[in-house]
């Protein structure tokens, strides 16, 4: 088995059936297998999954064990030389899977790698390459100088192939060999930050990280209104903690992390605080 797909649900039937049709026509020479694991939804996705894709393995979790442990539910059943997580609120291009595993076969030092993320408007997903997150670019992004940042490579045009820090966990494709290596997503992570967390574990064992924007898929977003759920924000920034704690805490003193934890909790306020405006605004 080369690939395996693993596209983990949670109340998405439309857009997961969308994605399951792009994933199935897909025009591959190779063998791969779909994983669908099911975070307890309750939409007729399940219903949808049994009906229409009997080629896909449909796991039921039973309930929202979060993105990290979900996808690690189907990691360890996975057969492939390769696995890819994908989101269920994504179509990739026809040629898009064959030519991320022959990108990978041709370049044995790379351990993770994704494609070009395209939003519905045309623009590209900044978060398929970005740098890994620290309290100096966190700082500049915070108070509105991104540009200085450089966290999502702006100054990179978005045809051209490179190594990057991270990649997003919405199309990620990493060996087999690299998770028997470097361990499973860390299920500290319930929302976001496990890619981040994946792909400094390759770097640290000696794997690049790269940028290939001939995979090209499309990103809906289905979480993207301008409205974002008080949860969402709540477990972003936990990941940040989690992230900052497992990774850069050991660097500085005590103070130094409280004043970084602060700022933080901070921000969360603050993207909440933007984010009842938004709402407002939208309703009247």
Not at 63 to 92: E, H, M, S
């Amino acid at each position: 088995m080369d690939l395996s797909v693993i596209i983990l649900t949670y109340n998405a039937k439309d857009l997961l059936r969308q994605c399951l049709q792009s994933v199935f026509a897909s025009a591959t020479g190779f063998e791969f297998e779909v994983l669908v694991p099911d975070n307890g939804s309750t939409d007729g996705a399940i219903e949808m999954v049994k009906a229409e894709f009997p080629r896909a393995k449909l796991i039921e979790n039973g309930r929202n064990l979060g993105f990290a442990k979900g996808n690690n539910v189907a990691i360890k059943q996975a057969a492939g030389r390769y696995v890819l997580l994908l989101n269920p609120d994504t179509t990739v291009r026809l040629e898009t899977l064959d030519l991320s595993i022959k990108y990978m076969d041709a370049h044995s030092d790379v351990g993770i790698m994704g494609g070009k993320v395209i939003l519905p408007n045309g623009q590209l997903h900044e978060a398929c390459r970005r740098r890994f997150p620290n309290p100096a670019n966190a700082f500049l992004r915070l108070f509105g100088f991104r540009k200085f940042s450089n966290y999502n490579y702006r100054n990179v045009p978005v045809n051209q192939e490179m190594e990057v820090d991270s990649v997003v966990g919405a199309y990620l494709l990493i060996r087999k060999s690299v998770i028997d290596r470097i361990g499973l997503l860390d299920e500290r992570f319930f929302m976001y930050g496990e890619d981040l967390d994946w792909c400094w574990r390759a770097k640290a064992a000696g794997f690049k990280v790269m940028y290939y924007p001939k995979a090209e898929l499309t990103h809906y977003l289905y979480g993207s209104a301008r409205f974002v759920k008080f949860r969402s924000v709540a477990w972003a920034h936990e990941a940040m903690k989690i992230f900052y704690r497992k990774h850069y805490a050991n660097q500085h003193n005590p103070l130094f992390n409280a004043l970084v934890y602060l700022g933080i909790g901070i921000r969360m306020y603050l993207v909440l605080i933007i984010n009842i405006f938004r709402h407002k605004k939208t309703v009247h």
